[in-house]
């Protein structure tokens, strides 16, 4: 195996063109630097260098390993380098899973935020199904996951969960915009654009229709909260979404109503099984709840 001191010894002799300048370098005599290259030789089978005119001299194979021992060198730079910005933390690496709804609005709002302060810090933030969303947590191919609250474990910790309040959204034009605040009951006799029955948004509303005398007509589905509020938007009903899609229908031109029932939308926060949070994810999780006052008492 080749030694990791003679091929530094092999390329600081080429950078300073000496035996004396890279022993002066490397802080070793020179009979240190030339027995470190007489071992490469050997190892390599190759004649590195020749003499000519009292210097020093790489011969054409030299300068033939000398590519492959720059980029391995160069490598290793980047590892050092890589291991400095870590320790002083100048550079952070964090994967983060989340449902649609916050991935696709205050998630990237709290990184917007997060990297003002600490440009040097990287995310990954990948937008997927709830049941995903944990098994990717579980797997621990994400250190934090943001996800509807669920009864399996699947060797994940929950951190905690939140409660905010749902909100009614419809086009500008539906007869209901007049309404200061919105109910179920509200939506009889109106189409409702509802969430897929395997959601939890989908399947309170399902357990809150099953509960009325009669039932508002439900005429499409969806998983997404974002087809939900295009849905909206088309005029092809009115829904119930959580108070992040409320604020992004408002923005895309619809609107958005305070939800009159007792329900509230839950998020949870979950990382993987025994793992310590460390202080870049404690900075995201504070970037995080600071984005989420402003959704509190907002009505979008």
């Known amino acids: 195996m080749l030694s990791q001191r003679a091929l530094e010894a092999f390329h600081t002799v080429l950078e300073c063109g000496s035996v004396s300048g890279a022993a002066e370098i490397m802080n070793v005599s020179q009979p240190a630097v030339s027995r470190l290259i007489r071992d490469l ?38 590892i050092e380098k890589t291991a400095r910005d870590i320790r002083l933390g100048k550079q952070s690496s964090v994967s983060v899973a989340a449902m649609p709804a916050l991935a ?33 947590v579980a797997t621990r191919q994400s250190q934090l996951g943001f996800t509807s609250p669920t009864r399996h474990e699947h060797d994940v910790d929950l951190i905690r969960t939140v409660e905010l309040p749902y909100l009614c959204i419809l086009p500008r034009s539906h007869p209901l915009a007049v309404r200061e605040q919105l109910g179920f009951e509200d939506f009889l006799g109106h189409s409702v654009v509802a969430f897929a029955d395997n959601t939890a948004t989908g399947s ?31 005029g092809l009903g009115v829904s119930l979404v959580d108070p992040f899609t409320a604020r992004v229908h408002a923005g895309q031109g619809g609107l958005v109503r305070p939800f009159a029932g007792a329900h509230r939308f839950r998020l949870a926060i979950i990382r993987p099984r025994g793992m310590v949070l460390g202080r870049d994810l404690e900075a995201l999780l504070d ?12 009505t979008v």
């Open 41 to 78: 030789e050997t190892r390599t089978g190759l004649r590195l260098f020749t003499r000519f005119g009292g210097k020093i001299v790489p011969t054409p194979e030299a300068r033939q390993l000398a590519v492959e021992v720059e980029r391995a060198f160069v490598g290793l730079g980047a």
């Open 104 to 136: 696709h609005s205050v998630l990237p709002d709290t990184l917007v935020e997060l990297l003002e302060a600490r440009p040097d810090f990287r995310i990954s933030l990948e937008s997927m199904q709830t049941n995903n969303v944990i098994r990717r």
């Open 204 to 234: 309170m509303m399902n357990r809150a229709f099953a509960q009325m005398s009669e039932s508002p007509e439900v005429v499409v589905r969806s998983h997404l909260s974002s087809i939900v509020s295009a849905l909206v938007l088309r």
């Open 287 to 298: 970037a995080f709840d600071r984005q989420l006052d402003s959704y509190e008492t907002s």
